[in-house]
């Protein structure tokens, strides 16, 4: 295969760090390749210097055997190299058509020609099997069907080479299967694609060939069929990576946290967790499966108490906490991660120090005399902390918005573990986290069970619910569809029930998804 | 928290600096417009403001009330609200002020002023209290409510001074209050008073309370992100009541001042839109107590300046307003470049 583009030796510094170090990468024409590292390792620095967003400090880029100088993203568009963004530019009032024509519009005179840009929006996702309705407004459709948009407009705008930043990252287990599809059509058209993620599965699934990056330099570069899961983690991390947890039976003892006939509303006043009944024991781990949307996200804010509980009630060691503030929850012992670590769980603009001690901030010892704060005590903590979770750069005066998303993560865990809580809550406590630093979340989840903490578990990653939990329950539209002994569960089985079938429907031997190939 | 060198942004304390000399630059191409002399108009301005101590002295007169209202903007500021009401705010301490002022005439003066000034506080805090209570309760945004309590507030204390308050004499204005009430001049001819130290008072205890204590640490939370706030714990409606009181009250401070201090008595619509400038201040003081100080020290001089630059020079002051509204200008501009740099240099 020929080769389309190649980079040569990009460097690029940011004040303190090198982000790309000497990074060379050649892509073949037409081909599906992969790009991973954790997060922090240079992937998307790289892919900014290529589209121009960022200019490299050293280094060549050719492009069809060409040297090219690229400084700004129409260079880039020029030389047929489009950019789809882990967040999407789209504008959510207008159509989808009008969203891929938006700064290209076929004119006529000063009007926009909305029929022309329709036809051609049908005419592309023909062609590359990308099934969106041209009429739609943005603000209507799913999350996966948004990303096909940006890939359009990518196509509209003729690129040959189209990067995708962690495409995936926002996407269900089921809009992952359909987009490996788009990739495979996009490549049987002709389309190369650097595929930007830091999930090994799918790489092993989606891509010709992979090259890994590792704190700003290049590690190597893989055939993908001529690599596994754990060589490539060890890439990655640069030791040999633990994939599965190991822990022993649950010991559960006396139910620590009891939900009855819960029902919950979102904001928009719609009911979506209804009528809900739960208990989670001592000593073990209750993960909850499910797409996301199906109402996990008000179930545990409502036990957070961060949501009001529309009906039925909450008991917390045997005391009703239905009507208690988050500060009374925190108190009688829970701890609670969220699944959004930047909007709910950390003040990025506080240091790592003060983020450490938030909630606690009012109690001894971090007051003194009841209003002052005891800095002396919340820098010891932070000390504490940063050292026994590895968080990094081991910094407490740093902003927690300068730590890489894996570090915040730690942030968090480490604040919510370390207050020798009764019951904790996990919201996707691994989402968007590099694999070194899931290990080290896997592993403390399992200490605090040990330790005889209820923990329950709300997850999308299904091999994160099945290698956690002692008990499993599926979530589908707002009510618990089934719940089995770990055992008893297969990621299969789960999907099953959590796409909505009936867990009596069941039949093992159904047909297999994309992502069961590997 | 220790002190940490490496972690200082620079630039954040460096960029009002450069604001400020941006303004200047640009303020002496409209002198010239004018067909005056930029360099003569300057060097008017600077020496009839630092130049020496009765110009000081006035500089300092000047800055005083805006180190009051420029704490106010920038206290609730930091709870994520826009007090644009310390206009009015100030109004309402003022007429608590003459009020104790006018009322208690057989009080020793170490009783008698610190009472109108805690009035002033008070009720100050309580008119600010309105606005945080209906945003915190009905989510009705502050700023709205601010400018319409602003107009409350004149037309309110324009009826005390006209009627129940109402001096005699021709003027609307009320009887000078006692002279227990009185603060000291302390350069006498100057009319810098005791209030220059309470100002500073203020921003210590300002300091002090955002940065030091559990209150300041949830405000500041609150302001920063108000779901992350509530994730910790930290009553989100409360501490907005809160911080607009303390906002209020500092705005109520400059009321005492203006009445205690410098007109002896409550004239109607005295101020010269200080709680106005006092967003100003806020601003280009980036919120911050001691920034604060040096900022309303700045718009002290210009105001000081402007008005012996009128006297002396052909430039006239309202030269002085185009200077100040380019200063909040580049300021306003600075942050709109610092987000962009931010937003490049993000990896």
């Known amino acids: 295969m020929n080769q389309i583009l190649e980079l040569k030796n990009i460097t690029k510094r940011f004040p303190g760090v090198v982000a790309n170090d000497r990074i060379s990468l050649d892509v073949a024409e037409g081909e599906i390749h992969a790009l991973v590292g954790e997060n922090g390792s240079g992937k998307s620095t790289l892919m900014n210097i290529l589209y121009g967003l960022y200019e490299g400090d050293e280094g060549e880029i050719y492009v069809r055997g060409e040297k090219r100088e690229i400084s700004e993203p129409r260079d880039a568009i020029n030389l047929r190299i489009g950019m789809v963004f882990q967040h999407f530019m789209l504008v959510e009032t207008l159509t989808v058509a009008e969203n891929v024509i938006l700064g290209s519009e076929i004119r006529q005179g000063v009007r926009v020609n909305y029929r022309r840009a329709v036809q051609e929006v049908e005419r592309l996702s023909q062609e590359y099997g990308l099934r969106v309705d041209p009429h739609a407004k943005i603000a209507d459709i799913s999350v996966g069907q948004q990303q096909r948009v940006e890939i359009l407009k990518a196509l509209y705008r003729g690129a040959e080479i189209l990067i995708l930043d962690e495409p995936t990252a926002v996407l269900t287990p089921q809009e992952v299967e359909e987009l490996v599809r788009v990739m495979a059509n996009l490549k049987a058209q002709g389309t190369t694609i650097i595929f930007i993620t830091h999930k090994i599965k799918e790489v092993l699934v989606a891509s010709d060939r992979v090259t890994v990056l590792r704190r700003g330099k290049k590690v190597g570069t893989k055939v993908t069929a001529k690599t596994n899961e754990p060589e490539l983690a060890e890439m990655m991390v640069g030791r040999s990576v633990l994939l599965r947890v190991e822990k022993t039976p649950a010991e559960p003892q006396s139910a620590v946290f009891a939900a009855e006939n819960l029902a919950v509303e979102d904001e928009r006043g719609s009911l979506r967790v209804k009528g809900i009944g739960l208990e989670v024991r001592a000593g073990e781990v209750l993960g909850i499966a499910g797409v996301e949307g199906n109402g996990q996200s008000q179930l545990v804010e409502a036990i957070a108490g961060l949501m009001p509980v529309k009906q039925g009630r909450l008991f917390l060691n045997g005391q009703d906490i239905t009507r208690a503030t988050p500060l009374q929850r925190k108190r009688k012992g829970l701890g609670y991660v969220p699944e959004d670590r930047q909007r709910r769980g950390l003040i990025l603009e506080y240091t790592v120090a003060d983020n450490l001690v938030l909630g606690l901030h009012g109690e001894p010892p971090f007051v003194r005399y009841r209003f002052l704060r005891h800095d002396r005590a919340i820098q010891r903590n932070a000390e504490e902390l940063v050292e026994s979770y590895d968080i990094r750069p081991p910094q407490p005066n740093y902003l927690a918005q300068s730590l890489s998303g894996g570090n915040q993560q730690k942030v968090v865990v480490a604040r919510e573990f370390t207050r020798t809580p009764k019951l904790l809550v996990c919201a996707q406590p691994t989402r968007g986290v590099d694999v070194g630093a899931i290990e080290f979340i896997h592993q403390q989840i399992i200490a605090q069970r040990d330790r005889g903490v209820a923990v329950l578990l709300v997850s999308a990653e299904l091999d994160e619910i099945l290698s956690l939990s002692d008990r499993i329950a599926v979530m589908y539209n707002g009510e618990i569809a089934a719940a089995m002994e770990a055992r008893d569960a297969t990621e299969k089985k789960l999907g099953f029930i959590m796409l909505g079938g009936r867990p009596e429907d069941f039949r093992e031997e159904r047909e297999e998804g994309v992502l069961d190939e590997v | ?347």
Not at chain 2, 154 to 166: E, R, S
């Open chain 2, 1 to 347: 928290m220790k002190f940490d060198f490496k972690t200082l942004d620079y630039t954040a304390i460096a960029a009002p600096f450069i604001s400020v000399v941006l303004a200047l630059l640009v303020g002496s191409l409209f002198i010239l417009l004018a067909g005056s002399n930029p360099w003569e108009a300057y060097r008017v301005l600077f020496t009839e403001s630092f130049g020496s101590m009765d110009a000081f002295a006035l500089t300092l007169q000047r800055a005083t009330p805006l180190v009051f209202t420029g704490l106010a903007v920038a206290f609730a500021f930091r709870c994520g609200l826009f007090n644009i009401g310390a206009e009015g705010q100030l109004y309402m301490g003022g007429l608590a002020a003459v009020w104790v002022g006018l009322t208690f005439t057989t009080l020793p003066s170490y009783i008698h002023i610190p009472f109108a000034i805690l009035a002033a506080a008070v009720l100050g805090g309580l008119w600010a209290a309105i606005p945080g209570i209906l945003k915190a309760k009905l989510g009705v945004h502050e700023v709205i409510n601010t400018i319409m309590l602003n107009f409350i507030a004149f037309y309110l204390t324009d009826f005390f001074v006209i009627g129940p308050l109402h001096g005699g004499r021709a003027g609307p204005e009320t009887a000078r209050i006692v002279e227990s009430a009185r603060l000291t001049r302390l350069m006498p001819p100057s009319r810098v008073t005791t209030a220059l130290y309470i100002a500073l008072i203020a921003a210590v205890v300002v300091y002090i309370i955002l940065f030091r204590t559990k209150l300041g640490y949830e405000i500041r939370a609150v302001g920063l992100n108000a779901a992350a706030a509530q994730y910790g714990g930290i009553n989100v409606a409360k501490n907005i009541v809160l911080a607009m009181m303390i906002s209020g009250g500092l705005a109520g401070l400059a009321g005492a001042e203006q009445i205690l201090g410098l007109h002896t008595r409550f004239i109607q619509r005295f101020s010269p839109d200080l709680g106005f400038m006092g967003i100003a201040v806020a601003l280009l003081g980036r919120s911050h107590p001691f920034g604060v100080i040096l900022a309303a020290i700045l718009f002290g001089a210009l105001n000081a300046g402007g008005a012996a630059m009128d006297r002396l020079t052909d430039v006239p002051r309202e030269l002085i307003v185009i200077i100040q509204a380019l200063i909040i200008f580049f300021v306003a501009a600075d942050q709109l470049v610092r987000r962009f740099l931010k937003r490049r240099r993000a990896a």
